[in-house]
Structure formats: structure tokens, C-alpha cells
């Protein structure tokens, strides 16, 4: 539920203080019972697992980041700052919780490139300007292509025609 996610994300953002982060930072938030249960999460889970990424364009290294959540952990911060968070968010399955141990992946993020191009107008063309100059062109020529051929067809069935005496 929202509750405790709103929990969760405010007692891992209080566990960064330099380098530190903020809540857009974290992403895919994933809360499921912990590895001894077989069935959902339920509030009266006796363990669950969290994983979530972090999102962040830092000099700082993934140690930084790391070595802070770690010791907050080990601590009992991150517990301690649980407790107080899922209290004003009503998150009552966290009240009382402990956190146990910490895992840490770095996922370097893969800059793309992504093609450039010019402000739409809103019609949802993909058309470049050039593109739809060629084909208003194209479409002008074509008429009046057309319009040669009913001049030329409409003469030369005029001429035909002998008038009656």
C-alpha cells in the first residue's frame, strides 16, 4: 500500500546524509515476504524483503552510497527512522520492524542515444518540414499534371465533333 511505501522511501532517503538523496531517486520499490515465507505479504509477515534502485548522476562513488546505507543498518538508524516514519505515514506492519542486513548492486546506467528531432506540431506528424514541402510540391505538380491532361483531352474531342448543317 502507498503507506508503506511512503514509509519505506523517507527511511531510505534519511539514510543518506553526504552524499544524500531524495525521494524521486528512488525507483522500483518492491516489498514481498521475505525468503522463509510461501505465501503474499500480509502485515503480520515475519519477514519481508525490499529491493529498490537509486537513481543518481554523482561524483560520488557506489562505496559512498553503500557504506552509509550499511551503517545505518547495522546501527539500528534505518530501523529507528522505519519505526518513526510508518507511524505518521500508518504503515502499522512497519512500526515494530528491524531491519537485518543490507545488499548492494551498482548498475551502471548506459547512456543511449536518442534521435534528435524538431518540436512537434502537435498533429503527431513525423514528417520533417522538407519531407512535407516535397510532398505539397509533389501533390501541385500532380494537379496540375491532371488538369493538362482534361485540357488536352477535352480540345482534342472538340476538334472531333463536325457541327450540323
Known amino acids: 500500500s502507498s503507506s508503506y511505501q511512503t514509509a519505506l522511501v523517507g527511511t531510505i532517503v534519511q539514510s543518506f546524509t553526504s552524499p544524500t538523496i531524495n525521494s524521486s531517486q528512488v525507483t522500483n520499490l518492491v516489498v514481498s515476504a521475505g525468503s522463509s515465507e510461501r505465501r503474499r505479504l500480509t502485515t503480520s509477515s515475519p519477514s519481508i524483503v525490499a529491493s529498490y534502485q537509486i537513481v543518481v548522476e554523482s561524483q ?12 545505518s543498518v547495522s546501527s539500528g538508524a534505518f530501523s529507528d527512522n522505519l519505526h518513526v516514519n ?3 505515514a500508518g504503515a502499522k506492519g512497519f512500526v515494530n520492524a528491524t531491519s537485518g542486513s543490507v545488499s548492494v548492486a551498482a548498475t551502471p546506467l548506459v547512456p543511449t542515444a536518442s ?13 520533417s518540414i522538407g519531407a512535407i514541402i ?3 510540391v509533389g ?5 496540375c499534371l491532371i488538369g493538362v491532361a482534361v485540357w488536352v483531352y477535352s480540345t482534342r474531342r472538340s476538334s472531333l465533333v463536325v457541327p450540323k448543317e
Open 86 to 88: 510508518a507511524e505518521n
Open 139 to 143: 501533390a501541385v505538380v500532380f494537379l
Open 60 to 71: 560520488f562513488p557506489v562505496d559512498a552510497y553503500s557504506t552509509q546505507l550499511t551503517a
Open 134 to 136: 516535397g510532398i505539397a
Open 115 to 127: 534521435p534528435v528531432s524538431s518540436p512537434s506540431s502537435g498533429n503527431g506528424s513525423n514528417f
